[in-house]
């Protein structure tokens, strides 16, 4: 079919397991190592042992025009895909074929060098994405304009503050016109208002009639750009379907054990140490472990984790995200400055911190809770932003006779008064 | 190759980039393009010209010299910034899809800018020292290009396979070294047995330099022929070879850098 520009057939993409190691190779290594060295790492191969699947029998095509959003959690394998589309690494085994110019935001600001000017970085990056310099001269002060750095373009952007350096680097990005285009997690850039600038940008660029490919955590955003999503687990496409569909089945999977998570060994950062995150558990009034509670009742969220060295200034908290992805409220378990000066050195040993939502807060749907332990300032040893889901039963809600979904997640029981004036 | 054309822009501008970049922050700037011939020269007129009295065909020595340790200083540089041009960028080439070959070329292309500047340093001691450049000297640009291929061809060479194993870094100071007294810059062609000049020769850079004196201090009679040939032929072998490599393991680069 002609109208497909985006062919990928049984796409494999294998690494070596323990990159560092197999890239690092000394010369020494390769010219002098024994045969006994050379015969062990065969055999090692011959196993399957040494090597790591990052994608495996992808199947999929993407048709001119289409916008199409890849979820997935981290690691499953989303950003080797965006970089064989956009041909920076090779497939392994299978096909990947694409028509037309691609332009990747794999991450923006790639090639800018901190010595030059943002008006020079402008040409210099622009050049790297790929514009010809007449293009980038053309579009220049639109550039500056959407950048909002007009000001300091002639001063060298290691003076920049991070968030004009993103804005700058992101604006040089957002003005290529590619056939095909392919972003991912982009729209961490920035403040709201500069977000929202970018999602108007992209929805501008797929409205014009150009592939996008679409990759990101915050699913408020997938949900509004694109119409059709693919779901990648472990290297392999799970589902293709109409994004409201593919966002449910990402959010419905994996995370929840009825309503708790415990961390295997192997999950765990080896950065996190001295942290140890043991298990989070939702439960309601009775002290049960849920899957669902209800919005008219409390429901406690409990944190289990070990310290293996003394932490100062450790606080232990949670995100609370709705299943569009937008952030519900954060809370720690040392906000009370009171508790805050009582543990402000905690010892090694294993910890319980645990919350309570109050009842009547939560409007009905599924939530997502991150975890997040972290020292301010000093280091952040842990963090899942999707550590566990959970569902919110509104049987008996205030304004259930009206069976109708209610917008917002807040389902706050309020005094209203009326009064005839 | 097609590519390569397609992203010539973008090999200007990194050219551009690196010519800019060098110099940023130092204190004498891009008078180091000139100091380090310049002193390099100093120190040979003393030590080989003045101490260990090597001949220079009846030149002064301090010119005879620093005609050879332009190029050279061309190539010297060429050579390290190229074989570290694929680790330096491992940002881009991570990231984003260009021709890789773009980033060994033009760190080699930023160097011809301090090359042009030494020059003027050259003409102003050719004036002093009152010696006019032979009629051959047309023929100039033709060894700056065997240098350029020479040094691509080697680049190709180390950047890839710095990639690959990061003992270059380490080797790479040293072949030059290496490569520095096995090319006639501190002494002539002519204290080389006859017998033995073409074997001199296979390496190019020893066809560069000789032709560059030849073109304009006019220190021998004839061209150099046979010597020019091996050295022109070993470069080209080393520049196809280097891209082959080059070519056969770019598809790694992304995954290995």
Redesign the interface.
């Known amino acids: 079919m002609s109208d497909t520009v985006i062919r990928v057939e049984n796409l494999g993409k294998r ?1 070596h397991i323990g ?1 560092a190691v197999a ?6 290594e ?1 010219l002098g190592g024994s045969f006994q060295k050379v015969k062990e790492k065969k055999t090692l191969s011959d196993t399957g042992d040494n090597y790591i699947w990052a994608l495996r029998d992808l199947n999929f095509e993407v048709k001119q025009g289409q916008v199409l959003g890849i979820i997935g959690r981290n690691g499953a394998g989303k950003s080797t895909l965006l ?1 064989i589309l ?5 497939p392994t085994e299978g096909i990947a074929e694409i028509q037309g110019r ?1 332009g ?1 935001l ?2 923006v600001g ?2 800018f ?1 901190p ?2 000017t943002g008006r ?1 970085n402008i ?2 990056n622009g ?4 514009m ?2 007449t293009e980038i001269e053309k579009k220049f002060d639109e550039i500056v304009e959407f950048s909002e750095v007009e000001k300091f373009i002639d001063t060298p952007v290691k003076r920049y503050s991070s968030g004009m350096y993103l804005r700058l680097a992101f604006a040089v990005a957002a003005h290529l016109e590619p056939e095909i285009l392919v972003v991912d997690e982009v729209l961490a850039v920035g403040d709201a208002e500069f977000q929202r600038k970018c999602l108007g940008k992209m929805s501008n660029v797929a409205q014009q009639g150009r592939t996008v490919l679409f990759v990101s955590h915050n699913m408020s955003a997938v949900l509004r750009l694109t119409q059709e999503s693919l779901v990648i687990e472990k290297g392999r496409l799970a589902l293709r379907a109409p994004t409201a569909e593919a966002v449910d089945y990402y959010l419905s999977r994996g995370y929840s054990l009825e309503g708790q998570r415990i961390w295997q060994p192997d999950e765990i950062p080896e950065d996190a140490a001295p942290f140890q995150p043991v298990s989070l558990k939702v439960l309601n009034t009775a002290g049960i472990i849920v899957d669902t509670v209800r919005s008219i009742e409390p429901a406690i969220v409990e944190m289990e984790y070990m310290l293996h060295a003394p932490v100062t200034g450790l606080r232990v908290g949670m995100y609370l995200i709705s299943s569009r992805g937008e952030f519900v409220f954060t809370s720690f378990d040392t906000d009370d400055p009171g508790l805050f000066e009582k543990f402000s050195t905690r010892q090694p040993g294993r910890y319980i911190s645990r919350c309570v939502i109050p009842a009547d807060t939560l409007n009905e749907g599924r939530y997502i809770i991150g975890i997040n332990a972290s020292s301010y300032k000093i280091k952040r040893y842990f963090q899942d932003e999707q550590a566990l889901t959970f569902n919110v039963d509104a049987a008996g809600a205030p304004g259930m006779q009206w069976p109708e979904p209610r917008l917002g997640s807040y389902r706050p029981r309020l005094d209203w008064e009326i009064k005839r004036v | 190759m097609g590519d390569l054309w397609r992203y010539r822009e973008l090999i200007y501008f990194m050219t551009w980039r690196d010519v800019k970049v060098r110099y940023k922050q130092t204190l004498l700037g891009a008078s180091w393009a000139i100091l380090r011939p310049f002193l390099t020269m100093v120190v040979f007129s003393i030590f080989f010209g003045n101490l260990a009295k090597v001949p220079s065909d009846g030149i002064p020595y301090p010119i005879y010299t620093f005609t050879a340790l332009l190029p050279w200083e061309l190539f010297a540089t060429a050579l390290s910034q190229a074989s570290r041009s694929l680790v330096q960028n491992t940002n881009m080439v991570t990231k984003i899809y260009f021709p890789r070959m773009i980033l060994p070329i033009s760190s080699i292309l930023a160097g011809v800018v301090d090359f042009l500047v030494a020059f003027l340093v050259l003409i102003g001691m050719m004036i002093f020292y009152k010696i006019t450049p032979t009629v051959y000297i047309w023929t100039l640009p033709l060894y700056l290009l065997l240098t350029l291929v020479t040094a691509l061809g080697v680049g190709l060479w180390l950047s890839a396979l710095n990639v690959l194993y990061r003992d270059i870094n380490y080797i790479t100071p040293f072949l030059t070294q290496f490569w520095l007294y096995i090319t006639p810059i501190a002494y002539p062609v002519s204290m080389i047995p006859e017998k033995w000049r073409l074997i001199y020769a296979l390496n190019p850079m020893s066809g560069v330099v000789d032709g560059f004196r030849w073109a304009l201090l006019g220190n021998q009679q004839s061209a150099p022929g046979p010597m020019l040939i091996v050295s022109s032929v070993i470069a080209v072998v080393v520049l196809i070879s280097g891209l082959f490599y080059f070519r056969r393991m770019e598809r790694q680069f992304a995954d290995m850098v």
């Open positions: 690494y990159t890239a690092y190779q000394t010369l020494r390769t970089k956009s041909r920076v690494t090779y691609v990747s794999l991450e790639t090639g060098h010595e030059l020079e040409f210099l050049a790297i994405l790929g010809k310099r």
